[in-house]
């Protein structure tokens, strides 16, 4: 008869140790126990070990959490303070956006065209098609700048003649 | 919690008077720290107040509460083994009710402590809850967002990897 009763299972035993088992279930465990030695071993060894963890107790603490969390919602009381966590946090999301700017200001400066050192040949009279030949040829240097609005600034004070040429 | 949920400042600090002990001594043996601790408990209140709206009074507020707890202790420690700080304060462990050695007691308190630390993280979190937090398997469950199974699992394997440290611990 009792070998056909069902060991119980080790968290049950645990929990036996630990007086948390429903009183009817506690009858039915105990009275295995009294039939089958090794069951009967693993709880005294639940109960050995319910007890040593139960040497390690945490004392009160004195912190009154209220007055942190009432600070942290703005309600009265000292400023929130930051915890070290959160510190790093904002310096790591302050870095990205600056890697970001970085970046794109980087990868804005290479698409733009880079314009020629060439100077056009002296005295020639044939317009040039593209609008930085165009450039050079009126001698407007400075318009090999980095920003196409330095660029169209100076074309659209153009003739409409030439300005027609330069943009084609 | 309904009225935490219209704002009710007096609510929330009804909240946080009733719970801080133990969500301060769950964050300290998740994390050793007392100053950690303190930081979790004061982050887990402030989440309670901004999800007020999101609670259902259906679900244990214990529950709810713990989970976001264990979240944040998790989420430090995750921190710390990136960025280890100094080492623990000076331990505040009291020995258990009824010994009479409290010098001998307070060094078994803290070698119990020492051993619970050294379980892996999921076997230390499922002791703690159930051990000291007095949770059942089906509440670890909810907390953890772990199966019963794999909850009843990780506790037996913590029990019994314990039982053998404690044994020496004790016998000294």
Partial sequence: ?168 | MVAVRRGNMSALEEVVRRHQQNVLALAYRMLGRWDLAEDVAQEAFLRVYQAARHYRPAAAFKTWLYRIVVNLCLDARRRLRKWPGPLPAESTLQAGPGDCDPLETREQAELVQLAVAGLPQRQRTALILHRYQGLSRRQIAEVTGWTESAVESLLVRAYGNLRNALVEIVQE
């Avoid at chain 1, 069951?39 to 959490?65: I, P």
């Avoid at chain 1, 970001?100 to 100077?119: D, E, F, K, N, Y």
């Fill in chain 1, 1 to 168: 008869m009792y070998e056909a009763m069902r060991h119980p299972d080790p968290l049950e035993i645990i929990d036996l140790a630990a007086g948390r088992l429903p009183k009817d279930r506690q009858g039915e465990i105990a009275a295995h126990l009294s039939a089958c030695q090794e069951c009967r071993f693993r709880y005294e060894e639940a109960c050995f070990t319910w007890r040593a963890l139960g040497k390690w107790t945490v004392q009160r603490s004195s912190t009154d959490l209220w007055v942190r969390v009432q600070a942290a919602l703005g309600h009265d009381g000292p400023a929130r303070i930051p915890s070290a966590w959160r510190l790093r946090w904002a310096v790591r999301v302050a870095a990205a956006v600056l890697i970001g700017v970085g970046i794109g200001h980087g990868l804005g400066r290479w698409t733009m065209p880079q314009a020629s050192t060439t100077t056009p040949q002296a005295g020639s009279a044939d317009l040039p098609r593209d609008a930085q030949a165009a450039a050079r040829w009126l001698y407007l240097t400075s318009l090999e700048s980095h920003t196409p609005a330095g660029l169209a600034g100076v074309i659209l004070g153009m003739p409409n003649d030439v300005r027609k040429e330069v943009t084609e």
